[in-house]
């Protein structure tokens, strides 16, 4: 393995306690492996039954509550890759949407598309996510302050200004595909930092891809200084980290630096590679039980129903196919690090990038999984993503 790797050094035992303490505290009902709710026998497909059903009720409900014109606009077909793969991370100026924004929706009309998302969404999962739409407004407010720092005459202010109306909690756009009638369907959601995407199939829920971000990770200043955006993805990957023996953490680690073409954004679906890194047959019992909790941080913003069909799938491959990848330092959570886990039915990336005060308070993150992202195994159906820059 690669000479020279970062590793936890004599000066960084703060910081592995404080890893260590996440640990302990993560290990409580953390292991599913044995768990009965986890067996996607007939009592959970019952439930997945009903949560299709409550998903189904309000995915019509919203479509109801809107305008002939709207409705042109939300709803598009199953099979239109184009606009089932329509959403990115980057703001809307620079990567335009398709669907209706919820800018051009009255209240009665973004209280069904919130009604919507939360059909789906575990309370974590609806919670979270809808804190990254409303973050937006709080990166506009932290970019206006910046540019009123701003000369008067310096021309690139105008510009600014104009690219600061990205960073708004109203530029979410939503699109409906397919019919609630039939079998197959789907929604999603998209903006800056943000493209949630549902599938139903024949009665079972697909979730990925699922993009989240935020700018700050942690807000700084102003009434909401403190606040944390996607903080126990980190929390329960160090805890995971510190976890690991030195010959386990030289498997681990794939690079001192993160390459910036690594991490499996939009368009890079079909680019998913050699798993590399430390296999989870390669953990305890007390490791097994941390990644379990980690890959449970993702699986569990979807419903109940959708996290346990994903977490049987993973389980059904085997942990000698499932791998922990890092990229980076080991040991500072605020430096720029990556880790990856994945196996044949999950991918999940997490990457901290530069802010604009020349850290790396910025995150962006995703699951995926490789064999069936928008439900693309169930459905019989290729999406093939375009390239984001």
Do not use: C
Request: proline share 4%; net charge negative.
């Amino acid at each position: 393995m690669l000479s020279g790797l970062s590793k936890p050094s004599r000066g960084t035992e703060t910081m592995k306690r404080f890893a260590i303490g996440l640990a302990a505290t993560f290990l409580a009902g953390a292991s599913h492996s044995t768990s009965p709710a986890y067996s996607h026998g007939a009592s959970v497909e019952k439930l997945e039954a009903s949560r299709v059903a409550a998903m189904r009720q309000a995915t019509s409900a919203f479509l109801k509550t809107l305008e002939s014109e709207q409705r042109e606009a939300v709803v598009a077909a199953l099979d239109d890759k184009d606009v089932r793969t329509n959403w990115s991370n980057l703001p809307v100026s620079m990567a335009p949407r398709s669907g209706l924004a919820v800018s051009d929706m009255n209240a009665e009309q973004r209280r069904a598309l919130h009604a919507m998302m939360a059909a789906a969404f575990s309370s974590q999962g609806y919670l979270k996510t809808t804190t990254i739409m409303w973050h937006e407004d709080v990166l506009n407010d932290s970019f206006t302050a910046f540019i009123a720092s701003m000369r008067d005459d310096d021309p690139r202010k105008p510009e600014a200004f104009a690219f600061a109306e990205n960073y708004d909690s109203e530029k979410f756009f939503v699109s409906v595909f397919g019919d609630m009638n039939d079998d197959n369907w789907g929604w999603m959601v998209s903006g800056h930092h943000y493209a949630a995407n549902f599938t139903v199939a024949d009665g079972r829920i697909a979730f990925t891809p699922l993009f989240l971000g935020a700018s700050p990770q942690i807000v700084q200043k102003g009434r909401y200084a403190g606040w944390r955006i996607l903080q126990h993805e980190a929390d329960r990957a160090f805890a995971l980290l510190a976890s690991l023996s030195p010959t386990q953490l030289e498997d681990a680690i794939i690079s001192e630096e993160v390459d910036d073409e690594v991490f499996m954004g939009k368009g890079r679906e079909m680019a998913f590679g050699q798993p590399a890194g430390l296999r989870a047959s390669d953990l305890d019992p007390v490791q097994e039980s941390l990644l379990d909790a980690l890959i449970d941080e993702y699986l569990d913003d979807a419903s109940h129903e959708a996290s346990a069909r994903q977490r049987s799938a993973i389980e059904a491959d085997g942990p000698e196919t499932l791998h922990f990848e890092w990229w980076g330092p080991t040991d500072d959570p605020a430096a720029r690090y990556m880790y990856r886990v994945r196996g044949p039915s999950i991918l999940i990336d997490y990457v901290r990038e530069r802010s604009a005060d020349g850290g790396f308070n910025h995150v962006h993150s995703i699951v995926r999984d490789p064999s069936n992202d928008y439900g693309s195994k169930w459905l019989e159906l290729h999406y093939e993503e375009a390239h984001q820059d």
